[in-house]
């Protein structure tokens, strides 16, 4: 789901806007005519057609002539009226087209109007070459039609290896090839990578270039889960033993105990630009304008111009030097919405620049947003969705399912996870295991993997209620970064995951909804993970479960020696 924004850079060698590749057509260019004399010329005709007819209409009427009775003249004039209309309601028609055209490439937002419909599998499209992936020969015009000479010319680097699927127009078959091209160039057979049962085309110019095969994964269901009323299967994709029964196990506890409850407190996607100037004192005049709410309304107004679905929530700002860090934050409807909200951004420094022209903005992320990092503002702040689980265990059902009792699981949490994360540095580590249900549920259901960092800061906190008898468990987790469209989540295998969850695609009922209700769903199962895994330390059963479950009994003699 990451993408790298570069700011536009002005056009080359003088050429005006819209010129060369990827430059707008404009209506106006069928016209015969520059469209300023066209308007002119069809204008002067409407206004003397009509001053022509109202005329001779007017003798009519006074001499009672039929209205009906017309000459030469009169038809000409009708005609030229008629034409002269169309032309300019079609003219004053042509903003307004344009307008809703060009407003139709948003990337995230397409998922949110298309995915809550049924559609034939793409064809495979034409993906952007890469800078990073290029070679320095040119591909040929005609390709080889045998697959062994393409095959002999990749090798050789005459043929890039990324422009297979452009050129040849068949996924799978490009992947067969630079298969077979990277096993002469390596040495290296992958026998155990599949190459057949999947869906190459999906992943054109989206997911994953330059693909050889993939990688199965096996995926275990947790549940039910009974959360907010809702009982849940949570898949799981993961090579851990033990992870899903534990996991499992805490479900199991819940569930027994009457459910868990959840709450969002907070959803918004953060992009933070850096911006360069000559002074700090100029930056500080920066900052104080986007942290004035009186500036608020405008910014936001331009923020929205490149989305229908995001919507900007307000901006911090960080001065380091000469340097200005503002860290946007918007809503993102269904999507995880790195793409929505970084193109609103750049809609935002494009207008800023106007008063503030000597900004140079380094770049469109400056790590203060925080992507893919352990940072202390998306512990504070939040970032993506703002989520609290929490359960009541019956002290019976600790005893009977989890093999512990109350006292001793409150005493490990607080040796554990508070003091000794504390003890470690952690940031947004306190807890058991919170990557370990993230990771799994995220790899399951198409999200970015790397995300796993900030979405699995989490804290644990287990306490003794009603009399010391139960057991009050809850996990806080401020950056839960999850979509249900875009990025792998269109993917066959994640999208059945998503739809067992109920929340596949987008929610035209309630945008964000189903991010939402999946950001709940991460959470629950971090809460039964926690609860079962701080139950089996404080029992002493760890070690016993992964000897029984982790360990494989396959004799690996054979293996290592290959």
């Known amino acids: 789901m990451a993408v790298e924004v570069r700011r536009a850079t002005p056009p080359r060698g003088g050429a005006r806007p819209g010129e060369g590749r990827g430059a707008r057509v404009q209506a106006g260019d069928a016209l015969p005519l520059p469209i300023r004399h066209t308007n002119l010329i069809f204008s002067a005709l409407f206004a003397a057609s009509l001053a022509y007819l109202m005329r001779r209409w007017r003798e009519k009427i006074r001499s009672s002539t039929p209205l009906h009775v017309v000459g030469l003249t009169e038809i000409f004039a009708i005609c030229g009226l008629v034409a002269s209309l169309i032309y300019l309601l079609s003219f004053f028609g042509i903003a307004f087209v344009q307008s809703v055209v060009s407003n139709s490439d948003d990337e995230d937002e397409d998922f949110l109007i298309a995915s809550a419909q049924p559609k034939p599998a793409p064809a495979p499209a034409v993906p952007a070459q890469c800078a990073l992936l290029q070679s320095a020969g040119p591909a040929p015009e005609v390709m080889p039609e045998e697959d062994e000479e393409i095959v002999s010319q990749v090798v050789a680097g005459k043929i890039p290896s990324y422009v297979l699927e452009t050129k040849l127009g068949d996924c799978r078959r490009a992947a067969g090839i630079r298969r077979e091209s990277l096993r002469r160039i390596t040495g290296r057979e992958i026998n155990g990578l599949p190459l057949d049962g999947f869906d190459y085309a999906s992943i054109l110019g989206q997911c994953c270039e330059m693909p050889v095969g993939y990688v199965q994964l096996p995926v275990g269901v947790v549940g039910p889960l009974l959360l907010d009323g809702r009982r849940l299967y949570v898949p799981m994709a993961t090579t851990e033993g033990c992870l899903v029964a534990s996991t499992n196990r805490g479900c199991k506890a819940i569930a027994e105990s009457g459910g868990a409850s959840s709450v969002v407190f907070r959803d918004g996607m953060s992009r933070a630009p850096v911006a360069r100037f000559p002074t700090a004192r100029r930056a500080a005049e920066l900052m104080r304008f986007l942290e004035n709410p009186d500036n608020f309304d405008t910014l936001s107004v331009v923020f929205s111009r490149s989305t229908r679905f995001g919507r900007l929530q307000g901006v911090k700002c960080a001065l380091a030097g000469r340097n200005l860090y503002m860290r946007f934050t918007c809503s993102t409807g269904d999507a995880m919405g790195m793409n929505m909200i970084s193109k609103g951004v750049q809609h935002v420094l494009d207008y800023l620049e106007e008063d503030f022209p000597d900004m140079d903005v380094v770049s ?9 990092k352990s940072a202390a503002v998306n512990w504070i702040e939040g970032r993506g969705k703002s989520v609290v689980c929490e359960a009541i265990i019956r002290e019976d059902v600790v005893e009977k399912v989890l093999k512990t009792n109350v ?77 249900t469209v875009g990025g792998g989540t269109q993917l066959a295998s994640q ?62 003699s054979n293996s290592a020696a290959c």
């Open 407 to 483: 006292q001793s699981l409150v005493e490990l949490n607080v040796i554990k996870n508070l003091a000794g994360s504390a003890v470690a540095g952690a940031l947004g580590g306190f807890n058991a295991h919170a990557s370990n249900i993230v990771s799994a549920i995220f790899i399951a259901t198409g999200q970015d993997p790397a995300q796993n960092v900030e979405s699995s800061q989490c804290i644990t906190m287990l306490e003794a209620v009603n009399g010391g008898r139960d057991l009050h468990i809850s996990v806080t987790m401020p950056s839960i970064e999850v979509g």
């Open 495 to 556: 999208s059945a995951c998503l739809d067992l969850l109920g929340v596949k695609g987008a929610n035209r009922e309630s945008p964000g909804s189903n991010a939402r209700l999946l950001a709940t769903v991460v959470a629950g199962a971090v809460l039964a993970g926690e609860l079962s895994l701080i139950s089996a330390q404080a029992a002493g059963h760890l070690v016993q479960s992964h000897m029984k479950y982790n360990r494989s009994r396959k004799d690996m």
């Open 364 to 372: 469109i992320s400056g790590n203060f947003c925080s992507d893919k």
